[in-house]
């Protein structure tokens, strides 16, 4: 549960440190997921600033994270992308991005880009595969706003994967001849991975891509008030879906493998927004 009195302090803190830093904030954050590190090479300019000098934000302890904030220019669009998340299934605790996202929210972010790595469900997307998320499905019913008060609380997470933002994903890869799937994205709490049971459950309940995050950091964005667009990366087959262990080492290798093409396309999506009124605005 969030403590409010004991976290707007570090945010306040945090959006200081940022602001002396960076200067003013850019419109275009980016959560970097497993696989999609390698867009970090494509920022211009790039300063880097370590979580550890930003109070509120996590301490991540998962290989593969490396826990600093980038800022620079991706073509015409000014950009911050974090590199670590925190996951539920590090602590219990599903609030861990919230001093995070609402330091981005106060420092003047309206934008959030999540990307993750992900097990696929479909056959059509295999692994290498990348898919725009549209929805999600949050299997444990777990949620970071637990606890806050007034009415804000209550957010509508009816277009929680914002419609302008994706049809504007759909143009850039066709644009750039690659192809996006589209789909429905399940959180799985983890650290475990799911049982083929499970997996069946997932797929009947309309689920294409499973994960351990984005969800609960999808819903402190919204609550923050900033538009949300969600990729995921398909490292494998989920379970009962293909006669391959699954195991951290593998979404790991298979992220390598995949992760240059997903970071050109995430560099192309995010020079891109520059077309858009709405960011304009």
């Known amino acids: 549960m969030i403590n409010n009195n004991e976290?707007?302090?570090?945010?306040?803190?945090?959006?200081?440190?940022?602001q002396a830093e960076f200067g003013a904030a850019p419109e275009v954050a980016v959560v970097l997921g497993s696989g999609w590190a390698g867009a970090v090479d494509q920022v211009q300019g790039a300063k880097h600033l370590a979580y550890g000098e930003l109070p509120a934000f996590p301490r991540p302890k998962v290989e593969g994270h490396v826990s600093e904030v980038v800022v620079g220019m991706m073509g015409g669009q000014r950009v911050a992308m974090l590199r670590g998340r925190a996951h539920t299934y590090e602590s219990g605790d599903c609030t861990g991005m919230a001093g995070a996202l609402r330091s981005l929210k106060r420092w003047g972010v309206k934008?959030?880009?999540?990307?993750?790595?992900?097990?696929?469900?479909?056959?059509?997307?295999?692994?290498?595969?990348?898919?725009?998320?549209?929805?999600?499905?949050?299997?444990?019913?777990?949620?970071?706003?637990?606890?806050?008060?007034?009415?804000?609380?209550?957010?509508?997470?009816s277009s929680a994967y914002d419609?302008?933002?994706?049809?504007?994903?759909?143009?850039?890869?066709?644009?750039?001849?690659?192809?996006?799937?589209?789909?429905?994205?399940?959180?799985?709490?983890?650290?475990?991975?799911?049982?083929?049971?499970?997996?069946?459950?997932?797929?009947?309940?309309?689920?294409?891509?499973?994960?351990?995050?984005?969800?609960?950091?999808?819903?402190?964005?919204?609550?923050?008030?900033?538009?949300?667009?969600?990729?995921?990366?398909?490292?494998?087959?989920?379970?009962?879906?293909s006669a391959e262990a699954l195991t951290h080492a593998l979404t790991l290798q298979q992220a390598a493998v995949s992760g240059e093409r997903a970071a050109a396309f995430l560099a192309q999506l995010v020079a891109g927004l520059t077309e858009l009124a709405s960011l304009r605005a």
């Open 163 to 241: 419609a302008e933002l994706r049809a504007h994903a759909k143009k850039v890869a066709q644009t750039h001849n690659l192809k996006l799937g589209e789909g429905t994205y399940v959180w799985a709490l983890g650290p475990q991975f799911e049982t083929p049971a499970e997996i069946r459950m997932f797929a009947a309940w309309g689920a294409d891509a499973v994960g351990m995050s984005t969800v609960p950091e999808t819903i402190l964005a919204r609550h923050a008030g900033l538009r949300v667009m969600g990729l995921a990366l398909m490292t494998n087959m989920a379970a009962g879906l």
């Open 7 to 18: 976290l707007n302090p570090l945010i306040d803190a945090s959006v200081a440190r940022l």
């Open 111 to 157: 934008v959030l880009i999540q990307t993750n790595a992900s097990g696929s469900l479909r056959p059509h997307m295999p692994p290498g595969s990348l898919m725009l998320i549209a929805d999600h499905i949050n299997a444990p019913q777990r949620s970071p706003l637990v606890g806050e008060p007034g009415s804000e609380r209550f957010v509508d997470m």
